[in-house]
Structure formats: structure tokens, C-alpha cells
């Protein structure tokens, strides 16, 4: 069994206001609290402090204990990426992943929540690629075009 949490109304107003100028930290770890993802699958994302963050946003009254549920049953097996299509900066999946989805987290707030969501759920670098150009896109109109080509550098080497 395991726990989820979701925002309270305070933690969606601070998603969408930043009225409470939560700390990027906090924040992030906020905008990552769905209703369906369990305290582990959060640990694979948020690698230091989470814990601590979610004492501080429950405390704050930005979250909130929704449901113990069963862990989810292991995804099942996808095809392997074409060998034509690179695997993002040439190193493993799931830390590359994790480090995007944080540094859209961190640029962008809550602009980059839904793509944020998204880019968690792909299993691979094939259905992590379009969304990197998507959140390349999103970066240049937030923060600007050396920032979407420091992004596309970093991320979308062919």
C-alpha cells in the first residue's frame, strides 16, 4: 500500500499565482503531486529532500493525504527505439528524464506542468523526443531563444 497526495485549493493557487512564494524546491515537488503518483514513484523523481518537502507543504496546507492504494503493476514491455533514434545526451533514461523534467520545473513553473506530466510518463526516448521539442518551444517563449538553444544542445543531440 501506498500513499498519494494532491494539492489542496491553497497549493493550486500557489500553482497558478505563486502568492505564497514557495521556494523552487517546494514548488516543484508541488507541481509533481497529481492524485495518482505514489510516495515512490515521487522518490524517483524528487532526489533529495522529499520528506522534508512533504512535511513543510502539508504543514502549509498546500497538500494533502488523499488514499493509500495499491502500488501499480510494473509497465508493460515496450519496443525498443529505432537505432536510428539517439537516446537523449547519451546517457541513462531515466536520470535524463528526471533532470529535464526538473529543469522545466525550475525555468518554468506551472507553464511547464502539463508537458512536465507528460515527459514523465514516456517510457522511452521515442515518446520523450516530441516532447522535447515541444518543451524546447515552451523555453523560447518563456526564457527566451539561448535558452531554448542551451536546451536543444543539452537534450536534443542527434
Known amino acids: ?6 494539492k489542496t ?3 493550486v493557487t500557489e500553482i497558478e499565482t ?5 521556494p523552487p524546491r517546494l514548488r516543484s515537488t508541488l507541481i509533481l503531486l497529481d492524485g495518482r503518483r505514489t510516495l515512490d514513484e515521487l522518490r524517483t523523481l ?7 518537502n512533504l512535511q513543510l507543504l502539508l504543514e502549509g496546507g498546500f497538500i494533502e493525504a488523499i ?5 501499480r503493476p510494473a509497465p508493460r514491455a515496450t519496443a525498443a527505439p529505432r537505432p536510428s533514434a539517439p537516446e537523449p545526451a547519451g546517457a541513462d533514461f531515466l536520470a535524463v528524464r528526471r533532470e529535464i523534467v526538473r529543469l522545466l520545473n525550475d525555468q518554468l513553473g506551472p507553464v511547464a506542468e502539463s508537458v512536465a506530466i507528460k515527459m514523465e510518463r514516456a517510457a522511452n526516448a521515442a515518446e ?5 521539442n515541444h518543451a524546447a518551444q515552451l523555453i523560447y517563449q518563456v526564457r527566451g531563444a539561448s535558452a531554448a538553444q542551451a536546451f536543444r544542445s543539452r537534450y536534443m543531440a542527434e
Do not use: H, I, N
Open 128 to 132: 520523450l523526443r516530441p516532447l522535447l
Open 1 to 6: 500500500m501506498a500513499t498519494t497526495y494532491c
Open 67 to 71: 488514499a493509500t492504494v495499491e502500488p
Open 46 to 52: 524528487v532526489s533529495q529532500g522529499l520528506d522534508e
Open 9 to 11: 485549493s491553497k497549493g
Open 18 to 22: 505563486r502568492a505564497f512564494r514557495l
